[in-house]
Structure formats: C-alpha cells, structure tokens
C-alpha cells in the first residue's frame, strides 16, 4: 500500500507563485514508484498536470504548465514538490498528487494511489 498526503495549496494573486508538497509513504512505495500531480476544476474532469518518472527522474508536463511549473523529487525520493509561478486564474482546481507502479501514465485512470488533494484558487 501507498499513503500520500499533499500540501502546499491556498489563495494566491495571478502572477503569483505556490510549492505544493506530497509526501510518501507504505510497503510498495519505493524509489521507483512515479508519482504524478493532476488538478480538477468545478465541473471539469480531473486532468493531468505533471509527472516525475521513479526510474528516470524525467519530468512530463501538461502543455498548459509547460514553463510555469516544476516537478522535482527530493533525495530520498518520498517527497514530490510542484512548484508553480505565473500562475494564472484558469490554474485554480483542486490538485492532487498520485503514484503508480505500473508506469509513468498521463491517464488518471491509470494510477491507483491518490493523495486528499489541496485546493489552489488564484484569483485577485
């Protein structure tokens, strides 16, 4: 099993910056477990944000993010920070970080470990 807990999101102006936080832990999370951030908004399906491969350690963004946003992995490889800047009124939803060991997907489907999610609103 995987527990993740993510944190980091709160109020912030447009333009602005916010660190989102995961961290991870249980028996099948290891250091080649990817772990992905995806984001939902009122009304919309849940939509994929950015990825970091367990294996690898590269990185895949959405387009949306590309630029904005950074993905990184810390040391010991149980915490996966998003850092965002620029950040844009259309960027406000709920994110949540997921891990998988089946694969580095864009697909939420294909992940099976979520964390509570922490809502990010950027407004003026």
């Known amino acids: 099993q995987v527990q993740l807990v993510d944190t980091g999101g709160g109020l912030v102006q447009p333009g602005g910056s916010l660190r989102l936080s995961c961290a991870a832990s249980?028996?099948?999370?290891?250091?080649?477990?990817?772990v992905g951030w995806f984001r939902q908004a009122p009304g919309k399906e849940r939509e994929f944000v950015a990825i970091?491969?367990?294996?690898?350690?590269?990185?895949y963004y959405a387009d949306s993010v590309k630029g904005r946003f950074i993905i990184s992995r810390d040391g010991a490889k149980t915490t996966v920070v998003l850092q965002m800047a620029s950040l844009k009124p259309e960027d406000t939803a709920v994110y949540y970080c997921?891990?998988?060991?089946?694969?580095?997907?864009?697909?939420?489907?294909?992940?099976?470990?979520w964390g509570q999610g922490t809502q990010v609103t950027v407004s003026s």
């Open positions: 970091i491969s367990g294996g690898t350690g590269i990185a």
């Open positions: 997921a891990a998988s060991n089946r694969g580095a997907y864009t697909q939420p489907d294909r992940y099976d470990y």
């Open positions: 249980g028996r099948t999370f290891t250091a080649y477990t990817n």
